[in-house]
């Protein structure tokens, strides 16, 4: 038996946080990041909203970027005292990510991260509050999606966070919010974005389901995403969406390789923390490489959809093309060298980081299985800029 879940509610276009004047409860808890929400006067807006709709509203503000246990547990003990019936998270990835982790401690103050990392085994929520996200950056689609990760920094594990338990209810996909992204930021999220697609429509646990959101939402990046970089608001608009499409399908049919690579690079090396986006953007087309030996017709597959013409072969490759065509186009490097990490400390370190790897949760999923060997191959093609041709 498989399952498919979104949230059940998805308000989307410009203007569209004005749903909160409508939202039905009594106490909300609004949980932001650093400020930028705040700045920007977003924060006043939900706030008169929510107090239009006769909702009490307290906020729990700073969760930092790769939120922590500790934050998790404060945002908890809050939620305990102040009992709200609505978790309202906005900002980026990181804040709804850290909502999602105090809403299982707001309820279950017993339990444990060990409890919870065993993936689909939360226990059940909604028994005290309904949770709503409000994404402003567009990539991560923690809006809708059954994940979240939350950082140990004193034991230096991240606790991947797994369950349809923590699906939001209501998503709002409002534009304007995304509308404050820096270039760079657009540029990482839109290729993050790109990644799930790809990686959700190859996946082992590809379905009907994913794969038309899937499509859809890898058309709409190639479509948009130069000119949202570019600083054209339309097309940021649209890439709003398909990063939310992506979310939806990914949640649902998971990831590949290319997460797990950077997720286990993204802070490995002392030349400084690789973005993930960043990260996921050079590895993508090596990782097609990699992958085409199981799932050639999955990638031609894409590769039509978006207009690419020729035998499964010729698509792959093209499809390989167009991605470094877009990395270059958005100013990001096609190798591990060329983003700056240092080659002695990256051959010392890539075998136990290809180990780390090939354990990661998106390692499941991927199409073609991998041992620690091909991984340490697999990222020195990404380092050196070789062909995978293993
Ligand atoms: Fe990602």
Known sequence: MNRFTLPRDLYYGKGSLEFLKTLKGKKAILVLGGGSMKRFGFVDKVLSYLKEAGIETTLFE???????????MKGATAMREFNPDWIIAMGGGSPIDAAKAMWAFYEYPETTFEDLITPFNFPTLRTKAKFLAI????????EVTAFS??????????????????????????????ETMPPKLTAHTGMDALTHAIEAYVSTLNSPFTDPLALKAIHMVFDYLPDSFGGDMKAREQMHYAQCLAGMAFSNALLGIVHSMAHKTGAAFS?????????NAIYLPYVIQYNAKNAESRYADIARS???????????????????EY???LNIPATLKEFGIVEEEFLEKVDEIAKLAVGDACTGSNPRPITPEQMSQLLKCTYYGTKVDF
């Not at 700073?62 to 998790?72: F, L, M, Q, R």
């Open 149 to 178: 990760v939350i950082t140990d920094y004193e034991k230096g594990i991240k606790y991947p966070l797994a369950d349809f338990n923590i699906t939001p209810d209501i998503a709002i996909v409002d534009p304007e919010l995304a």
């Open 135 to 142: 994404p402003s950056t567009s990539g991560t689609a923690t």
């Open 306 to 324: 978006i207009g690419i013409t020729g035998s499964d072969a010729e698509c792959v490759s093209q499809l390989c093309e167009k991605i470094n």
């Open 327 to 329: 990395n270059k186009k």
């Open 271 to 279: 030349t400084g923390h690789i973005p993930h986006g960043c990260a």
């Open 62 to 72: 700073n969760v930092e970027p790769d939120p922590s246990v500790e934050t998790v």
